[in-house]
């Protein structure tokens, strides 16, 4: 596609559910980011990825939270045992080889 | 590794008034340096970037130069318009092949009155 494409747009989900965001980088970018976005704060830095290999996983904020990439392309955000304090918008970004990062629209998550 | 200091918002002007919104950054090395912006109920898109010490990126308006001296990248805009009302970010991000995180300043909510 011709941009970053994240799944779904819009998440509802019960307390303690598991949650899976896809996202969808530009063809051929290397790297790809996740960070979280709460109502009118920044941008949280989650996990990147350089290729299939996570270097950087250090803002994963608890162990409920896992991420993986496949095949160089496909990144799926996994959220278990979700809590309401998780409700944030969750973007993801693609770069090639280390240069400005093209967003996705992300996904705004909402824990009842 | 990168940090970023970025002006606190919200920053409110009247149509064509002149807009600074400060960034300082330390980093290892000389990163690029882009700043970002997200209009309402929109996704980040990059506004401008510069990628070498004197450098200046421009974008819509608005202008940031890279200050390899004072480690800044303050972003201006001699008349702002209601459609400039968004948040802005400040992103230092080495380009080579090393890989790293993006470090984002804390964003910067301008708001612009007609």
């Known amino acids: 596609g011709a941009g970053v494409s994240q799944s779904p747009s819009n998440k509802v989900t019960e307390k303690g559910k598991d949650v899976e965001l896809r996202c969808d980088p530009i063809s051929g970018h290397t790297a790809l980011y996740w960070y979280r976005q709460s109502l009118g704060q920044g941008l949280e830095f989650l996990i990147y990825f350089q290729g299939n290999s996570a270097p950087d996983k250090s803002g994963l904020p608890s162990d409920r939270f896992s991420a993986e990439r496949t095949g160089g392309s496909v990144s799926t955000l996994t959220i278990q045992r979700t809590q309401q304090e998780d409700s944030a918008v969750y973007l993801c970004?693609?770069?090639?080889?280390?240069?400005?990062?093209?967003f996705g629209q992300g996904t705004r998550l909402t824990v009842v | 590794g990168n940090s970023v200091t970025q002006m606190e918002g919200p920053v409110t002007l009247s149509e064509e008034a002149f807009l600074t919104i400060n960034c300082t950054y330390t980093a290892t090395g000389y990163p690029s340096l882009f700043w970002y912006v997200q209009y309402p109920g929109e996704g980040l898109q990059l506004l401008l970037k510069?990628?070498?010490?004197?450098d200046k990126g421009s974008n819509k308006g608005f202008e940031a130069t890279y200050r390899k001296e004072t480690t800044s990248f303050h972003l201006e805009k001699g008349s702002v318009q209601v459609s400039d009302s968004a948040v802005y970010f400040c992103a230092p991000h080495r380009s080579y092949s090393s890989a790293s995180k993006i470090i984002f300043g804390s964003g910067t909510r301008l708001s612009i009155r007609p």
């Open positions: 970004a693609s770069s090639p080889a280390h240069t400005e990062a093209f």
């Open positions: 510069a990628t070498k010490a004197d």
